[in-house]
């Protein structure tokens, strides 16, 4: 029988393994454990990931910008099956990405391309309880804010993402 | 007290908490893990080691492409103080990196966009135990290869980099 890991697990790992096991939640970004080291041990998901959001909002723009450079392009994603993770599949799977027409990909690409072009980075969303229609829909409407709102709409995507994950490696407290 | 996560574990962890737990040891491809998944369990790191390095294998050249580019750039990373990791650091500073002399620095710089530009995928090295000349002398000698040979050392250095954080997360069986 296999369960998750537990809070107390988690607190009690030496400072590389935690790291490390955290390495992942935020994309290609382990810093952000490495911020919330000294404020073990954590009582509860949340307050957990509260600390690692309040260590990307401590960091400036350059820092959360680099964040946010560090995630793959939705539709590149979907494209390269070197790349989907398990949970990945599922997840797009269950927005229906796995089930563009020719046309809604060329449609996705394009947005890709444009939102990549205007604001410099890739766009970001938690793909969770979405459907391919309402993304294509959301990344159409994303592409006319500012680069200013674009980039803590990414953010807050981010924060969501990194909550799944915690979700999926820990036991509820 | 702190110490590692031990093997039983990591092999009593659910399917998405075992992924994640492994998603990073290799940059940004937890599909690694997810393919050793139903080998376990695992009895000593060594075999879970080999296992993933056997999955990479197993992959065709796109995939272990896709790999190799996943990774940043040495010097790049170096720069840039958000991306660093607490083990990065340490392992920089171990190497040298952090006290490049501007000569040096933009020596790496050189020889990270050479070599980029003649293999189209970043250069990668276990950096560990290296110094910064030794790395310097390493790519300059590594930029003489043919693009077929850098592809396999590229992945060489990732199994012995994949090692390394495997050791910080596990405890020794």
Partial sequence: MTSKLTLPQLNALDAAA????????????P??????????PFDSTPALHSAMVAA?????????????RAHP???GKAAVRGELT???TREQSGAGLDRCT???????QRLNTRYNEKFGFPFIVAVRGHTRHSIIALMAQRLENSAQAEQGE????????????????????
């Fill in 56 to 68: 990307i909002e401590a960091e400036g723009s350059e820092a959360q910008l680099t964040l946010i």
């Fill in 73 to 75: 392009e939705l539709a």
């Fill in 154 to 173: 990414c953010l807050q995507q981010i924060y969501k993402i990194g909550q799944f994950r915690l979700g999926d490696l820990l036991a509820e407290t």
């Fill in 102 to 108: 020719p046309l809604e990909f060329a449609e996705l």
């Fill in 86 to 88: 398990e949970e990945s």
């Fill in 18 to 29: 935690f790291v490390q096991v955290l390495g992942a939640i935020f994309e290609h970004s």
């Fill in 31 to 40: 810093w952000v454990a490495e911020r919330v080291l000294i404020q073990r």
